[in-house]
């Protein structure tokens, strides 16, 4: 059984950094894109950064890049979400996500295109 499981959320003042993690059992996870998605209050859920199984590609969304680096260990096997410079609109409910890939390079921008998921992690910013 497939299971992605998050940690490392909470309340954080705007200008503060957090740092999510992902440990996931049950797949071959060398061989998974992963992928880091939000929901906000009344808006969908939608992509924050991805990383390819290998590492060597990442792919982040425009509001996050600078601030916000995805990281992965095969070995452990764990990812990783490093947040900076937080502002409020980052408030939301953040998701792990995997996706197979025969790519060592492929990321996955599509929610469609994750095949197993976390249950979900809060992170509030307050101004």
């Known amino acids: 059984q497939v299971q992605l499981v998050e940690s490392g959320g909470g309340s954080v ?11 996931a059992s049950g797949l ?8 880091w998605l939000r929901q906000a209050p009344w808006q969908a859920r939608a992509l924050v950064a991805t990383i390819s199984w290998s590492g060597y590609n990442t792919y982040y969304a425009d509001s ?12 452990k096997p764990t990812a ?5 410079s937080l502002k409020p609109e980052d408030t ?10 025969t790519s060592s390079v492929g990321v996955r921008t599509f929610q469609r295109e994750y095949d197993y998921w976390g249950q979900g992690i809060q992170v509030t910013v307050s101004s």
Request: with cysteine.
């Open 92 to 101: 939301a409910v953040y998701y792990c996500a995997a996706a197979k890939t």
């Open 13 to 23: 003042q705007a200008g503060g950094p957090l740092r999510l993690s992902c440990a």
């Open 80 to 84: 990783a979400l490093q947040m900076n």
């Open 64 to 75: 996050v890049k600078g601030r916000f680096t995805i990281f992965r260990d095969n070995a």
């Open 28 to 35: 071959t996870f060398g061989r998974f894109a992963m992928g």
